[in-house]
């Protein structure tokens, strides 16, 4: 046992202040200077994940306290992430909970704790943003205790210390009533809690060694790096060590370089103490849930367990006859290899590849929709071009009968839109679990609905809730299949010719529907230009110009005032098609097509 060492993982739901805490942590370690430049949210080092607020990779960093390392990890908060926040558990030896004290515990709360009782992880709670004008902490408490009690708790788990903290502000006190005042304070508190309720890893620091891989970095000089807490025994630089698949010796290798974790850096060290989290460069096969052990009497240690994708999605090479114009990475093959190496690196990602087609097609399984959205616009960020079919549920057949994935919805919204919003999901298999007013006029309303009953919901929601209203939802695994949901009532409007849409054929368009062009931008047959306000779709010219005639008013066109269009967002328009409909995307633009762009 290394009692110098707490490894320590940071779990929310999202948007309950993770990052921010974290940010603190770092700054009153000492690792900043007092005048230096430090961004915000320093661990959302990805553009994605700094542009939607959120963080999508679990990432690690230490601090110094009281001589104590604390190795920190920062873990996602959205659901369509949880194979991060799973992997990041079994490297840790205690959690921090945040719970924002005006939310309270939201569905990914729920799934993180879940994943962390079930390890045994011990818990130090902390109520966050307690500034917050609608704060409610009493309540809150409340509810964590409840939501313990419904994850089968022992009793030993519910003896966890609670903390009220301000994490903009970088404190936290004990005591409610002097949080509330925002006395003077800091985290030192929350530091000696983790030191005093975390107990050091475990681990005979003289036995042979044994390194589980639980997360994989990569870097241009040294290749593949292996990340993973160090469970027993030491490592050395140069030691050649066995690494296991599957219980079975895979290759024997010396390990080139260790690096450990230091604030935000890595640095080169000639050891790896037991207990510590570290990386390896040198083992060029390592895996995520491989051993690395002694080379001469190796022993594997239980691999990672990371729950099934629920949703799939069919990526191929675009073939639009605007292909080639906005991208560098055109080819099946090159997605093919860019695909590949995300099932390396993520592994709630399943890749597989669909035969007998005219094109290749790669079928891609993931967690969620958010989860696809973030894969397809890194993949366009890097110069990609793609096809990509409707996201579709993956089902399971059990004694001859047919089962779904199963969501539970959290939606916090005004009182004024529970009546459509219940109505919307009732018709698309939802069933109220439980509904509560949270203060303020808006209410929290729990839904278990199947997953494909979710899929394009989320952009109707925003309209119906006027922006208003929140809505999350979480796992609840398979159950019987609920019937059939009806999807979009709305046809398409579908371009059949090539050319550039103009004013003139637009305009006479928009009683048909809206519009998803404007003028000057380029069609080809089969692409979507609007939503038909008719349940079919409808074969359009938009390229159609104004006839020229002897005798011409004069400002008759300028009398043509076209509505805005409606534009997609990725995510949008990956929830909007549907049937027989793709997405075109490319670095530029996101266009709705028809799979077979000939009109039938």
Request: net charge negative; aromatic share 6%; glycine share 8%.
């Amino acid at each position: 046992m290394n009692i110098k060492i707490r490894n320590v993982a940071i779990i929310a739901h999202v948007d309950h202040g993770k990052t921010t805490l974290v940010d603190a942590m770092l700054w009153q370690s000492g690792l900043f200077r007092d005048n230096q430049n430090v961004r915000e949210r320093i661990m959302d080092n990805l553009d994605l994940e700094r542009e939607k607020g959120i963080t999508i990779m679990a990432k690690n960093t230490s601090v110094v306290y009281a001589g104590h390392k604390i190795n920190i990890v920062d873990t996602p908060g959205h659901a369509d992430f949880g194979g991060e926040v799973e992997r990041t558990l079994t490297m840790v030896d205690g959690v921090l909970l945040l719970v924002d004290s005006s939310e309270g515990p939201l569905p990914q709360t729920r799934f993180v704790l879940q994943k962390a009782l079930e390890r045994k992880l011990p818990v130090i709670c902390v109520v966050n943003k307690i500034d917050r004008p609608d704060r409610r902490p009493r309540e809150v408490l409340d509810e964590i205790y409840s939501l313990f009690i419904d994850l089968d708790a022992d009793d030993a788990q519910l003896e966890f210390p609670v903390f009220y903290a301000n994490s903009k502000l970088g404190v936290a006190y004990p005591d409610l009533a002097e949080a509330e005042a925002l006395g003077p304070g800091d985290l030192s508190p929350l530091f000696e809690a983790i030191l005093g309720s975390i107990p050091a890893p475990g681990g005979d620091p003289d036995g042979r060694a044994q390194f589980l891989v639980t997360n994989l970095d990569y870097s241009e000089y040294l290749g593949r790096l292996a990340i993973g807490t160090l469970r027993r025994g030491r490592l050395a630089r140069s030691e050649v060590v066995a690494l296991m698949k599957d219980g079975q010796v895979a290759a024997r290798e010396p390990i080139k370089t260790i690096f450990t974790y230091r604030g935000l850096q890595r640095e080169e060290t000639e050891t790896a103490d037991c207990g510590d989290i570290v990386a390896l460069a040198g083992l060029s096969d390592a895996f995520i849930g491989d051993t690395v052990a002694d080379a001469e009497f190796p022993e594997a240690l239980p691999g990672v367990e990371i729950d099934e994708p629920t949703l799939t999605m069919e990526f191929s090479a675009n073939v639009s006859p605007l292909a080639g114009r906005e991208g560098q990475s055109v080819t099946s093959r090159q997605i093919r290899a860019r695909l590949e190496k995300e099932a390396l690196f993520n592994v709630s990602i399943r890749l597989s590849q669909i035969e007998d087609e005219s094109v290749e097609v790669f079928k891609v399984g993931a967690r969620g929709e958010l989860q696809l959205a973030v894969l397809v616009e890194t993949m366009r960020r890097e110069g990609f071009e793609l096809t990509l079919g409707p996201p579709r549920i993956i089902t399971r057949e059990r004694d001859g009968q047919t089962l779904e994935p199963l969501e539970l919805a959290t939606i916090d919204i005004p009182e004024e839109y529970v009546g459509v919003v219940t109505e919307k999901l009732t018709s698309r298999r939802g069933r109220v679990v439980r509904i509560h007013g949270c203060g303020s006029g808006r209410v929290r309303l729990e839904m278990e609905c199947p997953t494909r009953g979710l899929i394009g919901y989320r952009s109707q929601f925003r309209t119906d809730t006027r922006g208003t209203g929140v809505l999350n939802s979480i796992s609840l695994g398979y159950a019987p299949w609920a019937g059939p949901i009806k999807g979009r009532s709305n046809g398409s409007l579908v371009s059949d010719r090539s050319g550039k849409a103009v004013t003139y054929a637009l305009y006479h368009l928009q009683p048909r529907g809206v519009l998803f062009v404007s003028p000057g931008d380029p069609v080809y047959p089969g692409l979507i230009v609007g939503e038909n306000s008719r349940p079919e779709d409808m074969w359009v010219n938009p390229c159609k110009e104004k006839k020229l005639t002897n005798i011409r008013a004069s400002g008759s066109d300028e009398a043509m005032r076209l509505i805005p269009p409606r534009r997609l967002q990725l995510e949008e328009a990956i929830e909007y098609i549907r049937g027989e409909d793709v997405l075109e995307v490319t670095p530029k633009s996101v266009r709705l097509r028809k799979k077979v762009l000939a009109k039938k």
